[in-house]
T-cell receptor
Framework: DAKTTQPNSMESNEEEPVHLPCNHS???????IHWYRQLPSQGPEYVIH???SNVNNRMASLAIAEDRKSSTLILHRATLRDAAVYYC??????????????FGQGTILTVHP | NAGVTQTPKFRVLKTGQSMTLLCAQD?????MYWYRQDPGMGLRLIHY???????AKGEVPDGYNVSRLKKQNFLLGLESAAPSQTSVYFC??????????FGDGTRLSIL
């Protein structure tokens, strides 16, 4: 399965934008880039996903590099409720890896008041 | 709409005991998954199912069995529990190319 690399931790101040980077240099043409987050003592929660184009939803934006070897999750105005572990995951779009999520260790985001 | 419900939420077992974890989803999803999460780690896939009556092995299947007799339920069994199986277990479900929906987890300790 293709791997992703994320910083272990990042910090932000409340109401400031946060850019969470992810490298996935071995991504294949059919892999989707998914982001999930996990709040303390909860199951992971879907944030956003994309294939080639940048994506926006009510929670965040996803910026995907032109060569697809990296991506950035953007939280436009961080709140204390955004403090969580953020996982960047490649989801297989075909073959034996179709639909499977392979979690790394993620990025621990700390938001300061 | 309850989403994905896991029972029990907590359990303590002795080595060698058996138990079954239940995952129920009310979203009519085809795909269901069982993961385990050890402290400070990401989730690892144990087994999964792509439809009623089908199951397949994930990344760490040893020591676990699963069954999907009904579309809405996915059971994870430990036949002879070992301390190495102490973990938090998460169930998830999804429909086709949609994102996975996760339950709140079962915290299992094996003494």
């Amino acid at each position: 399965d293709a791997k992703t690399t994320q910083p272990n931790s990042m910090e932000s101040n409340e109401e400031e934008p946060v850019h969470l980077p992810c490298n996935h240099s071995t991504i294949s043409g059919t892999d989707y880039i998914h982001w999930y987050r996990q709040l303390p003592s909860q199951g992971p929660e879907y944030v956003i996903h994309g294939l080639t184009s940048n994506v926006n939803n009510r929670m965040a934006s996803l910026a995907i590099a032109e060569d697809r070897k990296s991506s950035t999750l953007i939280l436009h105005r961080a709140t204390l409720r955004d403090a969580a572990v953020y996982y960047c995951i490649l989801m297989g779009g075909s073959g034996t890896s179709y639909g499977k999520l392979t979690f790394g260790q993620g990025t621990i985001l700390t938001v300061h008041p | 709409n309850a989403g994905v419900t896991q029972t029990p939420k907590f359990r303590v077992l002795k080595t060698g005991q058996s138990m079954t974890l239940l995952c129920a989803q009310d979203m009519n999803h085809e795909y269901m998954y069982w993961y385990r999460q050890d402290p400070g780690m990401g989730l690892r896939l144990i087994h999964y199912s792509v439809g009623e009556g089908t199951t397949a092995k994930g990344e760490v299947p040893d020591g676990y069995n699963v069954s999907r007799l009904k579309k809405q339920n996915f059971l994870l069994g430990l036949e002879s529990a070992a301390p190495s199986q102490t973990s938090v277990y998460f169930c998830a479900s999804r429909d086709r190319v949609k994102p996975q929906h996760f339950g709140d987890g079962t915290r299992l300790s094996i003494l």
